[in-house]
């Protein structure tokens, strides 16, 4: 509607703030719409007598429903520009309880994609309050935020717009910006009224405050002006609202008794009730829209909104059909802080309707108002009945004002169904009081909304730390693990082998047995570690300054258990002996096939931002769990709502040319993968088995303090860590050149695995290991057919020709490799595939 629509309907013959006006000296000036928008009237309030009475709220004065809704949205498009398009759809709106929930909802419309949420006095059992403040002025002051989505007000980045019908003091919006912005800091408020009504001193508060905080507050208003309160005018108000409620008791009793028997009960309230039993009562089937809430008690976002724009229609239709055919006036009466739900019908109703019949809108509350009928006062009559929702402060009055003598045919009562209960249609309920005033009374019932229970969040494990659970120290890393050291989970390897490529069992529902090194292994391993630590050292620097560039400047490293946890450790220390970093590192199970661990996410997640999380590996091998990674990210992204783990894996080498974050892409022995547990904290590879990992248990581990005489994962730490600063310059110039180049994924390495699987008849990509540390791994843990060794490879396979050499597995050389070597499991092993001895056969 338009404004000048607005201000000819607003116009009264007479100012209906006269009669408070000559009484007490309060003076109303401002603009030239000012007297149009409000008028007085008085009530029993220890903190301000006089109360603004708005003609275009629709709460104590009935209008025509376009123009309330069409007030709000004014205000809201207002806001749009101001904020524009972008930061308009990223704002978030909250209204006043109980007057300004409609208003504040229509001014979300005029945003066109903001959410919504009103303030309540109303508690929600089963949802936990955001937050809350206090009115200062208000008869009933403790404000309850129970949004459904606890992030609501978390968007720092975002303008939360405030609604309130009136801005007097200021009081009531600092109250609410001040705890908003100790949980939720944000750059930028708006405030929203009908009327600016502060004085020169509440102004420079405003202002003052906003500096305080350090954000901007911008204020959008549709008439400004103040009002004057002589001295005293708090109690001779209050002496006058005495006197006038006496002489209204002496009225009523003279009425009492000319017009009823001697004893009759005289109903409450300044205004009789009329004739008994009055109009009869119809309840009206709204088919209101499944899962659209009632209102912005616990949030209205668009989607909702466009649900319930497409409802409107039908629902006053329906409405319509049950009026008599005689209706001419016709009231849509809202219930305290329900005014959205039925101003919408009341617009739907009044489009729907035309010409045919004048529509109104207001809404009961609970704020106590003198009524005096008097055309130069805003509240004529008043409904006295009691409360009807069974409120959380107990029963008392509620009210409905300038109903009764209104002429209204037909009066829809619309409420929640929290509200529609026994006392709404008792003799002296809201109902009966409206029946005795009007020729028709329908009930439409809106379905109490109830947000879906949110189930308390198991309580997540913490992680393991040495010397309690591995022997790293408690700062090297944090374990996302549980511990199952007391389980017996080892099998022979032969049966796990054969249980695995029978599909039988998965390769992590158990656990190969411990190799126990020979001496001549282990001095192979002394001979590779004295070798290839300062190379070592070099990828460990080389990797570290690319992560700290490019996801700095303080990553959580999160390495894969287990043959990325020794990375991670030495990672860490290079953070902190080049720049005085102190890394978080955690480590964390992956398994091919079933994904990662997820409640070690929810960990991550609620402990970190999950951007700052940086997956370290030892390895690449043909990049299976570079795949695995970024699926099962994806997946937890999709199931669980967290987003922003970048599935990108930091790896020590990348031979296969499967990531864009490493330190080097050369395949070269690293020392770590000679051996087990006894090289990454006594801690052996992980577990997931459906009878020991529940839902919200972290995967398992073993820890094996029975192998603590033979442990060299300090060693192994120490030794590379020793030689961090003679290599400091090559990583310079290593890390610089490769943050210069073009380091996209060539998957080299995962074309080679297809092409061997076929020649060599495997047909089974997850059955080819290529790399010096896969190659190590399969004559580790599983039953190896064969090795191929790159021509001329050199020391770096010293070990692996032991090991075959032990495994009594073939080693044949070959050239066109783009690894070191490459392990081929049995590709159809039973445990007749060995002989007497338990070594592989040479053939299949």
Avoid at 126 to 143: D, I, K, L, N, Y
Avoid at 602 to 611: E, G, V
Wanted: hydrophobic residues 40%; charged residues 25%; aromatic residues 6%.
């Amino acid at each position: 509607m338009s404004e000048r629509a607005t201000r000819e309907e607003t116009v009264n013959v007479e100012w209906s703030g006269n009669w408070v006006a000559e009484r007490l000296g309060v003076a109303l000036e401002g603009d030239g719409e000012l007297k149009e928008l409000l008028g007085l009237a008085l009530r029993r309030n220890p903190k301000r007598a006089h109360l603004l009475v708005s003609n275009v709220l629709g709460k104590h004065v009935p209008q025509h429903p376009s123009v309330v809704y069409g007030a709000g949205f004014g205000l809201g498009e207002r806001v749009r520009a101001l904020l524009g398009e972008e930061e308009a759809r990223r704002a978030v709106v909250l209204g006043y309880a109980e007057t300004a929930t409609g208003l504040g909802h229509a001014v979300a419309d005029g945003l066109r994609d903001a959410p919504y949420l009103h303030s309540t006095r109303r508690p929600v059992a089963g949802v936990a309050p955001a937050g809350g403040f206090e009115e200062a002025h208000s008869h009933a002051t403790s404000h309850l935020l129970l949004p459904e989505d606890p992030e609501l007000f978390a968007g720092g980045a975002s303008a939360l717009v405030l609604v309130d019908d009136e801005f007097s003091t200021g009081n009531t919006v600092l109250n609410t910006i001040r705890a908003l912005h100790g949980l939720h800091p944000r750059e930028r408020y708006v405030i929203v009224a009908l009327v600016d009504m502060r004085s020169a001193g509440d102004r420079d508060r405003l202002t003052a405050f906003a500096a305080e905080i350090g954000a901007r507050v911008d204020l959008v208003t549709r008439s400004t002006g103040t009002v004057t309160l002589p001295e005293g005018v708090l109690e001779r108000g209050q002496e006058l609202v005495a006197a006038q409620e006496a002489e209204q008791a002496q009225e009523a009793e003279l009425t009492q008794s000319a017009e009823q028997p001697q004893g009759a009960e005289q109903p409450q309230g300044a205004q009789p009730v009329g004739p008994a039993g009055g109009a009869a009562v119809t309840r009206v089937d709204l088919g209101w829209p499944a899962g659209v809430p009632d209102g912005g008690r616990h949030g209205f976002t668009p989607a909702h909104r466009a649900a319930l724009e497409a409802a409107l229609p039908g629902m006053a239709e329906r409405i319509a059909a049950a009026l008599d055919g005689s209706v001419r006036r016709v009231l849509v009466l809202g219930f305290e802080e329900l005014m959205y739900a039925p101003l919408r019908l009341g617009t739907a109703l009044e489009a729907l309707l035309g010409a045919d019949a004048e529509v109104r809108y207001s809404t009961t509350t609970r704020s106590p108002v003198l009524a005096v009928d008097d055309p130069g006062y805003a509240i004529r009559t008043r409904l006295v009945f009691p409360a009807h929702d069974d409120p959380a402060d107990g029963p008392g009055p509620r009210y409905a004002y300038n109903v009764a003598g209104a002429g209204f045919d037909a009066v829809v009562a619309v409420v929640d169904s929290t509200a529609d209960t026994p006392e709404l249609h008792a003799p002296d309920g809201l109902l009966a009081r409206l029946a005795a005033h009007t020729g028709q009374v329908l009930l439409a019932v809106v379905p109490s909304y109830t947000p879906t229970p949110v189930q308390e969040p198991a309580v997540l494990p913490e992680p393991l730390r040495g010397p309690d659970f591995s022997s790293y120290a408690p700062e090297d890393v944090g374990w996302l693990l549980q511990d199952l050291s007391d389980t017996e989970l080892e099998a022979p390897t032969e049966e796990r082998e054969e249980a695995i490529q029978s599909g039988g069992a998965h390769y992590a529902e158990s656990l190969p047995v411990e190799y126990q090194p020979s001496a001549e292994y282990q001095a192979l391993f002394t001979a590779a570690l004295d070798a290839s630590a300062a190379r070592m050292a070099r990828a460990v620097g080389t990797v570290t300054e690319t992560v700290l560039a490019e996801r700095g400047p303080r990553p959580v490293l999160v390495s894969l258990a287990r043959a990325g946890t020794p990375v991670g450790v030495l990672m860490r220390r290079w953070a902190r002996h080049r720049h005085g970093l102190d890394l978080p590192h955690y480590a964390i199970s992956i398994v091919r096939g079933r994904g990662i661990d997820a409640t070690a996410l929810r960990w991550l997640a609620a402990h970190h931002d999950p951007a700052d999380v940086v997956f370290v590996d030892g390895w690449t091998g043909k990049g299976a769990i570079t795949r695995e990674l970024a699926a099962a990210l994806a997946e937890f992204e999709e199931r669980e709502g967290v987003a922003h783990f970048d599935p990108e894996i930091a790896v020590l080498a990348d031979p296969g040319g499967c990531v864009r974050t490493y330190g080097t892409r050369e395949d070269f022995l690293i020392p770590s993968a000679c051996l087990n547990s006894t090289v990454s904290g006594l801690i052996s590879r992980t577990v997931l088995r459906a009878d020991l990992v529940g839902p919200d248990d972290f995967h398992g581990g073993k820890f094996y303090r029975e192998l603590a005489e033979s442990d060299v994962s300090g060693h192994f730490l120490d030794t590379v860590a020793a030689r961090f600063d003679e290599v400091a310059d090559e990583v310079d110039a290593a890390a610089k050149e490769l943050l210069a180049a073009d380091r996209a994924p060539t998957w080299e390495g995962w074309a080679a695995v297809e092409r061997i699987s076929e020649e060599y008849g495997i047909h089974d990509v997850n059955l080819v290991k290529p790399g010096v540390g896969e190659t190590t791994r399969v004559l580790l843990r599983r039953v190896p057919w064969k090795i191929l060794a790159k021509r001329g490879a050199g020391a770096d396979l010293t070990h692996i020709r032991l090991l075959a050499e032990q495994r009594g597995v073939p080693v044949e050389e070959v050239d066109d490799l783009p690894y070191s070597c490459v392990g081929l499991i049995h590709p159809r092993f039973t445990r007749g595939a060995t002989g007497a001895d338990g070594k592989a056969v040479a053939g299949a």
